[in-house]
């Protein structure tokens, strides 16, 4: 008899963006540390959502098979025709050129499947029903935004449509895409866990809307000048908050305490060239 506690019972997506070239997987379970296991995602190369008897190899070795040219069909083929267990396995790719493919096993537990399309493949195991992945792969290809809104999109409306027939415990965002970690250095441009959480999708999206306040390169609208009630409003702030000494700083002083400000607050991809302005810091919904 097979026991559940030793498979990987999930649902997940894993999708490309052309104009940006951004690839990404997220994914949600019945299961600690979800994002530890299933997702794998390298710029240039593709993403995998390996799950089910999941087999971490399948992340590792396939982002090598499609960084050296493999469609994400192809590198399926040929990680699942040498793999003994492959009927327990569950797996979702898509390819750096936006090639897309989803395998399940034969002995994944029921409801188990998926679907692919352009630029993306969905999967899940033990989920109330093909509804599920029907219903995210309609959120991810009528959603519009960046990768991340649609994954998480895609993650949400799998959910509403019954998600894992167990419950929920965990998820996990990933986002690949050149340059695009912190100070340009790592492709990991979103790396957020929910490791053990009642609602995790829910929290996920909450950490999501954080790392675009804390990390979000700023847009044109979001910028707007020290001057007038904005300079009098921030002055009053930072003098409140014992950033600023004086009530009526010169204009460095008022810098150089928004300065700190942005510094002890982890807002560093916030601060403006003196003479650009400030950003404005708002959650996005």
């Not at 679907?115 to 033990?126: D, T």
């Not at 986002?175 to 829910?202: A, Q, S």
């Not at 804390?214 to 000048?225: A, P, R, T």
Request: one cysteine or more; aromatic letters at 8%; a negative charge.
């Amino acid at each position: 008899m097979k026991i559940f506690k030793d498979f990987i019972n999930t649902y997940s997506i894993v999708g490309y963006d052309p104009e940006t070239e951004e690839l990404g997987v997220a994914v949600v379970s019945k299961f600690l540390a979800v994002g530890s296991i299933v997702p794998w995602a390298k710029a240039g190369a593709g993403a995998v959502a390996t799950q089910s008897w999941a087999n971490p190899l399948y992340g590792k070795r396939g982002l090598e098979l499609m960084e050296s040219g493999k469609s994400a069909e192809e590198t399926i083929s040929i990680l699942t025709e040498c793999d003994e267990q492959k009927a327990l396995r569950q797996v979702g790719m898509v390819d750096a050129k936006g090639n897309s493919a989803t395998f399940s096993g034969d002995e994944c537990y029921k409801w188990a499947g998926g679907m692919s399309g352009k630029h993306f493949a969905c999967q899940g195991n033990i989920l109330a029903g093909r509804e599920v992945v029907e219903a995210m792969a309609a959120a991810f290809q009528s959603c519009k935004g960046d990768l991340a809104t649609r994954l998480l999109k895609a993650l949400m409306s799998g959910e509403q449509a019954g998600g894992d027939r167990r419950g929920k415990q965990s998820a996990s965002l990933l986002v690949v895409k050149e340059n695009g970690g912190y100070g340009g250095m790592t492709d990991r441009y979103l790396d957020l866990r929910v490791d053990d959480h009642e609602e995790p999708v829910e929290e996920l999206l909450r950490l999501f809307n954080l790392h675009q306040l804390y990390f979000k390169k700023s847009k044109g609208e979001e910028i707007l000048f020290v001057e007038g009630g904005i300079k009098e409003d921030l002055a009053c702030s930072l003098y409140k908050s014992s950033l600023l000494t004086a009530k009526d700083p010169t204009d460095d002083q008022l810098l150089d305490a928004l300065q700190d400000f942005h510094l002890i607050e982890n807002f560093n991809e916030s601060m403006q060239v003196r003479g650009q302005g400030i950003r404005v810091l708002q959650f996005k919904g």
